[in-house]
């Protein structure tokens, strides 16, 4: 695993963590945001994003899709990093769990409603309803979570969460530039800036504005997952460390989190991916700069170059890189097992579920 | 501790779990049949019936009612059971999530959902929507619950939930007379048996005639926890012990469990208390008798006779006796704890909790 930033805090969770008993969750919710053609790569189509949330929840949970026909793919098809966080949650045989934070397309799993509504697109400037209801549930909800397990993991399933994700981080003032990731290698930048434009402009928000509000900022411009996950985060947070799995959609969360809970800085880190790190149309280290100097990056080094199979070698060539936990999962496999679990171990699991899934 | 029933699958079961962790359900739901005057004394008035499984969970998870004035009472005053779960759940330091199989008063807390919906009143025949799927998702929470916990718990609060098990219990030809329970010591037999009756005679059902099909028996004279909780008991018990906390309302869940998977009876027994099993106007034992002769009953002595409280006194006075998983928290906390926590105990607890919960 790599560190990136205050290795200090990634050292002491680390170390409370390592052999310890985790529980994930995947938070999935829709924004009708990522139906706006070019935004999200999270499904074959613009209309199939909206699908995305739903069949990765299916897969985690019954090894199969019900919602939809076939897996989550990318253009090209390139299938949805659930296949590695299945492979992690296997492997690690932790306890885990699906958050429904607002889906138009309902998974047919078991899964915590957090009272959620889909998202509207992020340019009306009135995005997502019941704010702080899905926070408060979600704060219950992390409470729960860190009951009796060592440490929690966060992450998300919600295509067009970068846009929304710049959105929120411009109205607090966290981003003055775009830096978010895509699951495309061609990150349509100049799209989203427009779109985030737009945004704030419809809600009346002048980027900054809402250096305070991360909720007022969600509500405006950003999307259902990310209460949920807020509170999750703070809820669990103050009595056992978290992992924040995910990329720049999360980056939001932990912004929000520091603001309502300044004192839980300290007790959760990002879980993330090489693939995220090392992506050269986007910075994930530079936005937590702008957050934290005390949310550390930790990331497994899961390395697709030998795959056989095209589909997960394209990860190295700049598609997907992270979604679904995928990251944290991993990190955390690797955590729980004390190190017996590598990341070749992940890879090889990996192989054999996309094997099941692809009937190769 | 006292054991009705099959002592062998008894002590193999309390052998297992024996100082293990395990995890605790409570499934809430509301079926119209409670609002029948007369049926139900879980609330204190019939409307109110509607909110006491709302009001249980938000005791349970948070400590205090949000969805109603007050906490779920009989009429007298006498304090819900849920009390009691509480303070089992606290001294164990055990795992515990709400289930919802199908409200019409939502709780405000985080909670599975099912898919279910508030059920009718059992006289129309037609009671319960979306019965298999409810039930499908109980089998893949119970499978969920299983992965990384010793044992599951599960339980119920469903007001008017003895009325509809004694017509699905009827239906499948389990009980030829009336032997369920009463949240009253004033158990209104006559009353029960003739709606039940004519709950029956709407679906055009012959007792008995559902003997093989305790899902479509549900769905014409049953209520929504039902489904919910046969998926769970399933999914679980193919991999570990479950507790099936409760009483006679939890003895359809088992007498359609066994249909569905007889191969897992032997792995889940019943977990009650001794007010149930001491009720004059009830009869769990022959219940259980004719359903299996390896699904045991282990009960808690927990004795409320020397409470300060006369809330606490009227359970031994007839009332209330179960719900909410009092009596499966109850054995589920000795067990956790190897014994250590005792009926003494709990007792105490529930005194605070009590005390908290009235302000003296």
Redesign the interface.
């Known amino acids: 695993m790599g560190v990136y930033g205050n290795r200090e805090v990634a050292a002491d969770i680390l170390k409370r963590i390592w052999g310890g008993?985790g529980?994930f969750t995947c938070t999935v919710a829709n924004t009708r945001t990522s139906t706006i053609p070019g935004v999200s790569d999270a499904g074959d189509t613009p209309e199939l994003t909206m699908f995305t949330p739903a069949a990765d929840a299916e897969l985690l949970?019954?090894g199969k899709v019900t919602c939809m026909k076939g897996i989550p793919i990318n253009p090209g098809g390139i299938p949805t990093p659930a296949t590695l966080t299945k492979a992690a949650l296997e492997l690690s045989?932790?306890?885990?769990?699906i958050v429904?934070a607002g889906c138009e397309v309902?998974p047919?799993?078991?899964?915590?409603?957090?009272?959620g509504e889909c998202g509207e697109k992020i340019v009306t400037g009135n995005s997502v309803k019941n704010v702080r209801?899905v926070y408060?549930?979600?704060y219950?909800?992390g409470e729960?979570l860190a009951?009796?397990?060592d440490y929690v993991i966060i992450s998300e399933s919600c295509a067009g969460g970068t846009t929304t994700a710049l959105a929120v981080m411009m109205a607090m003032g966290v981003l003055k530039e775009n830096l978010v990731s895509s699951s495309s290698p061609k990150n349509p930048k100049e799209l989203k800036s427009r779109l985030v434009k737009e945004a704030l402009s419809a809600a009346g928000i002048e980027p900054g504005e809402l250096k305070d509000d991360p909720l007022r900022a969600i509500q405006c411009v950003g999307d259902p997952m990310m209460p949920a996950n807020i509170g999750i985060l703070c809820g669990a947070a103050k009595s056992v460390p978290v992992i924040v799995g995910g990329g720049t959609q999360l980056a939001a969360v932990m912004a929000g989190a520091k603001v309502l809970h300044p004192e839980l800085v300290g007790n959760f880190m990002q879980g993330t991916t090489r693939w995220l790190m090392n992506d050269p149309n986007s910075s994930m280290s530079r936005i937590m700069d702008s957050i934290s100097d005390r949310i550390p990056i930790v990331y497994a080094n899961v390395d697709y170059t030998d795959s056989p199979y095209e589909g997960l070698q394209a990860y190295e060539w700049g598609f997907i890189k992270e979604g679904v936990g995928c990251g944290g999962a991993s990190v955390g496999a690797i955590a729980s097992s004390a190190g017996k679990i590598t990341c070749a171990d992940l890879v090889d699991r990996v192989h054999t579920i996309y094997r099941g899934i692809m009937g190769f």
Chains 1, 2 share one sequence.
Do not use: Q, T
């Open positions: 008993r529980i949970v019954n045989g932790m306890a885990y769990f429904n309902e047919f799993v078991p899964y915590f409603d957090m009272g209801k408060e549930k979600g219950m909800l729960s009951r009796d397990h």
